[in-house]
């Protein structure tokens, strides 16, 4: 026998069991035939391999979502990771935001209370944007990956060795159906055979795929360390970035009245709005009216004597004429009072320099 001959009565019984497996899958659809149930074990397991199966690509996907919202982004991504290739490092929208909020500032001039506040306020985006990114990264590392692993692998076998198990159990209820309509008793013995050749072959493929999804077990195990990995990583992203912006509120909260205040209200509701939790918040409301105090006697005795004293810039001031003296933040200037000046004003000496002063902006040193 040729190669060929071999190959033609290759397809014929290819052929030929191809259409003994679709007349039973019609004859049984059609309640003409038996069918082999398998055991409850059995259907149990194919069941919660499709319920993990489902689960598992819409918890990936909305994973995915919650990562990357933007959905160019991700089919960018994907088809970068499809061509094996990796994709352009861009800005994320933090990152970007904190970016056009220190160009503002520095357009405004990062000596003018606006812009300094800008600035503070993209930098901190911009360590927002960078814990953005490092989350996403754990996220798909530790998270994501096993679960698409699973998707694309183990259950991709699960399905193949499904597919063989019913191909099998379509093969043995033909066998039987033959069987019955057998009437002379060579065709009987001869199918009697064939029933046992495909009951072993049927059996044989049912316990492997038992086994193949008796993993699922140790699968949803794996997912739940993942699923806590996940949560540690959310955990560690959403603590930085509320330290980051509790940094930020701090600085903000150091700014004068005058530049907190909005259409001359007071500046306490903003603050308010924006603060931390009822323990940390009652905690920081009663520092101000200490150092308050401080600085109030401090300067109520400077007023009250003829002498000088050194005294920290707190922030950056634009003078608004030439009587005033700008300032720039943690510079060091010597301050003194004359009589008759303004309760809110002091003199302030730099060098050649001099002018009046907020004492709003200042701490005196000892």
């Not at 970007?96 to 812009?115: C, R, S």
């Not at 140790?218 to 980051?244: G, K, P």
């Not at 930020?248 to 530049?259: D, H, R, Y």
């Not at 510079?331 to 004003?345: A, F, K, L, N, R």
Request: charged letters at 25%.
């Amino acid at each position: 026998m040729n190669i060929m001959d071999f190959n033609v009565k290759k397809l014929a019984a290819d052929a030929g069991t191809f259409l003994s497996r679709a007349v039973q899958f019609t004859e049984e659809k059609l309640g003409q035939a038996e069918k082999t149930e398998l055991d409850a074990h059995l259907e149990n397991l194919l069941s919660k391999a499709e319920c993990t199966k489902l689960w598992t690509e819409k918890i990936m996907k909305q994973t995915e979502v919650l990562l990357q919202p933007n959905p160019n982004a991700r089919i960018e991504e994907f088809v970068y990771e499809k061509l094996d290739r990796k994709a352009p490092s861009r800005m994320n929208n933090p990152e970007l935001l904190g970016q056009y909020m220190i160009d503002a500032g520095n357009e405004f001039g990062p000596g003018t209370a606006y812009g300094n506040a800008l600035i503070k306020c993209g930098e901190t985006q911009k360590r927002i944007g960078t814990a953005d990114r490092e989350l996403i990264q754990t996220s798909a590392i530790n998270f994501l990956t096993p679960l698409r692993n699973f998707i694309e692998g183990d259950y991709k076998t699960i399905t193949k060795e499904r597919k063989l198990l019913q191909n099998k159990r379509l093969d043995l209820d033909a066998a039987k159906t033959r069987l019955k309509k057998a009437k002379v008793a060579e065709a009987r013995a001869a199918s009697e055979q064939e029933v046992r050749i495909t009951q072993s072959e049927f059996d044989r493929q049912a316990e492997i795929t038992r086994l193949l999804l008796e993993g699922i077990s140790s699968t949803h195990a794996h997912h739940l360390r993942c699923l806590n990995d996940f949560v540690e990583a959310q955990m560690t992203y959403y603590a930085q970035c509320y330290q980051y912006m509790l940094d930020l509120q701090k600085q903000l909260g150091s700014f004068p009245s005058t530049f907190l205040s909005n259409n001359n209200q007071s500046s306490s509701a903003p603050v308010q709005s924006v603060s931390a939790p009822s323990v940390l918040a009652s905690a920081s409301a009663s520092l101000p009216s200490v150092s308050n105090s401080i600085v109030t006697s401090g300067i109520s005795e400077l007023k009250s004597s003829s002498g000088s004293r050194k005294a920290r810039v707190l922030y950056d001031y634009d003078a608004a004429n030439s009587s005033e003296l700008s300032l720039l933040a943690d510079e060091v200037i010597t301050v003194y009072s004359i009589p008759g000046m303004d309760s809110d004003w002091l003199m302030g000496e730099r060098g050649n320099q001099k002018g009046k002063v907020p004492i709003t902006y200042l701490e005196l040193l000892n």
